[in-house]
């Protein structure tokens, strides 16, 4: 398996020309695209539905999309993003009354599941569940907007996460949301973390060439650092 995945979140794209921007974000090489699905009411902000990602397949994008469901109620959301194209489908375990109902629907559906943890939601939720999931994602900026402040607290808890998944022995991704730059991504490589969602980081970037190329960078002395 790949070590690490660049997953751009399309929140910070140009939604005038979304197919065009995410399309640029792959040639660049980003590895899967990062989705961001908000409701008003379990953030407080208003963003994408299933016709925009179903948009995104009809224009040819056909990498992985990672579709972060931040929306309570999830469960009737799950059909639709399925049916649209969506490869993960990751929803915050407190949205859901019945954590075990919303890990089968999207099983029974065809999608890879996640569970996203807010920076103050305890890890018990894996408990019972981690053998269930794809992919962990813990979000460092509290959820509903781009361009916020890595919160620090994130590290320690994904060496935590990191250890859960290497003592399950299953092939779980590990990602993180929020606040990803340049300047901290290897620190955060170093905790465990495989997946990195990147938003303002990244679309702010005129050339997403220049931008990709760096964090490769980043992340190869980060790997080298690791084995020496
Ligand atoms: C925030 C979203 C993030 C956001 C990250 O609620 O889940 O995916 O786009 O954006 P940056 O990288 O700008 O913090
Ligand atoms: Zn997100």
Same mark, same amino acid.
């Given at each position: 398996m790949k070590k690490f995945f660049l997953a751009p979140s399309i929140l910070s794209a140009d939604f005038a020309r979304l197919g065009e921007d995410t399309q640029n974000a792959i040639d660049a090489g980003s590895d899967l695209i990062h989705f961001d699905v908000m409701d @008003?009411? #379990?953030?407080?902000n208003l963003t994408m539905g299933p016709m925009i990602l179903q948009a995104l397949r009809n224009y040819n994008i056909t990498i992985p999309i990672d579709v972060h469901l931040m929306v309570q109620p999830v469960d009737n959301l799950i059909l639709p993003f399925a049916k649209a194209g969506a490869t993960f489908i990751t929803f915050h375990p407190e949205s859901t009354k019945d954590i075990n109902r919303t890990i089968n629907l999207i099983k029974d559906h065809g999608c890879k599941v996640g569970m996203a943890f807010n920076p103050s939601t305890p890890l018990c939720f894996l408990d019972y569940t981690i053998e269930n999931l794809d992919l962990i994602l813990l979000m460092s900026?509290? +959820? %509903?907007? %781009?361009?916020q402040i890595f919160l620090s607290s994130t590290i320690n808890k994904l060496h935590e996460v990191r250890k859960r998944i290497d003592a399950s022995a299953f092939d779980i991704l590990l990602e993180v949301d929020g606040g990803i730059k340049i300047d901290n991504i290897s620190s955060i490589a170093h905790a465990g973390a495989n997946v990195f969602v990147i938003g303002s980081g990244f679309f702010k #970037? +005129? @050339?997403y060439k220049i931008i990709v190329n760096k964090i490769r960078q980043e992340l190869q002395c980060s790997c080298y650092r690791d084995v020496h």
């Open positions: @008003n009411h #379990y953030v407080p900026v509290s +959820p %509903g907007f %781009g361009d #970037y +005129p @050339n």
